[in-house]
């Protein structure tokens, strides 16, 4: 084995560096219709009312110019520009290529963005500061803030890196808690989070499993009979999901088995030759088992 050392190059300098703006070339233009965008306004009140949190990634234009090349960050320059800020914290890249950052970038899902609400709130920032730095009114700040209200923690970790409506919550939450459960693993096998498949799963929800067991169920566009027949069909699809969910693992094992063994008889070139002469249906049938 080689012991010869490897030589690793880091991407980025260890600290941020303070730049003018005017010395940072953009390498796109920021177009009017996105200047208009709410995120763009989301990013300026958040700069104005926070600072800049993310820094901007530059590379030096040359070694001796004091120019720098922005490689991720122009709506925040752009916003720097508007807000009449000149100066500002980067990251320098020692990459010479032009990489767009925001492409590996995930959005945040709704459970993660109330716990950090939560956690801002818990530190003493107001309501009313949060929603001026993200450019929202208060009272979506106040509906982020009780997301899990009536949520169960167990669909709250289940959910919690999913990208999905607050309305979902919203339906869950009429739910009581070991049917938010059910409904949220017919969610993860049908991969749909929908506000509708959510209303779906709500309406076919028998009355003792709601939260409000005295309040008569409407769904729109349903009459009442339609809504119980639903209800039953959904139960004996839930019956039916588990039977096969039970028994898929075997079935998967069955299926491997049959398929090595069948790989096994048919590299024999005697029985391959043989079921070519007197089976071909049954041996073009065990070939696309094997596939």
């Known amino acids: 084995m080689s012991t010869e050392p490897i030589n690793i190059y880091l991407a980025f300098d260890d600290e941020l560096i ?3 703006t005017s010395n940072i070339i953009p390498v796109k233009i920021v177009s009017q219709a996105i200047k208009n965008s709410s995120k763009f306004k989301q990013i300026k009140s958040s700069i104005n009312a926070l600072g800049v949190i993310e820094p901007l990634v530059v590379k030096r234009e040359s070694k001796k110019s004091k120019s720098y090349i922005l490689l991720d ?3 925040r320059l752009e916003a720097l520009n508007q807000l009449n800020l000149s100066k500002t914290q980067c990251l320098l890249s020692s990459d010479d290529e032009t990489y767009t950052y925001n492409k590996y970038i995930n959005r945040i899902a709704p459970v993660q963005e109330h716990r950090m609400i939560l956690k801002a709130i818990a530190r003493g920032v107001s309501e009313e500061k949060i929603a001026g730095a993200l450019n929202i009114d208060a009272r979506s700040i106040a ?5 899990l209200r009536g949520v169960c923690p167990e669909v709250a970790e289940m959910l919690k890196d999913k990208i999905i409506g607050y309305a979902v919550f919203q339906e869950l939450r009429k739910m009581k808690a070991i049917r938010q459960i059910e409904s949220v693993k017919l ?9 509708n498949y959510a209303k ?8 003792d499993q709601l939260i409000k067991v005295d309040k008569t169920k409407k769904v729109h566009g349903l009459s009442p009979d339609q809504v119980a027949r639903m209800e039953a069909e959904m139960q004996q699809l839930q019956k039916e999901f588990r039977i096969v ?13 049959v398929k090595s063994y069948l790989r096994t008889i048919l590299k024999n070139s005697k029985v391959n030759k043989y079921l ?9 049938v065990f070939n696309q088992i094997i596939v």
């Open 18 to 20: 303070e730049l003018d």
């Open 245 to 257: 969910e039970e028994q898929y693992g075997e079935d998967v094992l069955h299926h491997t088995l």
């Open 276 to 284: 070519e002469r007197k089976h071909a249906d049954i041996l073009d």
């Open 187 to 195: 969610m993860e096998s049908a991969n749909n989070y929908t506000v």
């Open 200 to 207: 779906m799963l709500l309406a076919a929800t028998p009355k």
């Open 143 to 147: 509906l982020k803030r009780d997301l």
């Open 73 to 75: 960050g122009h709506l």
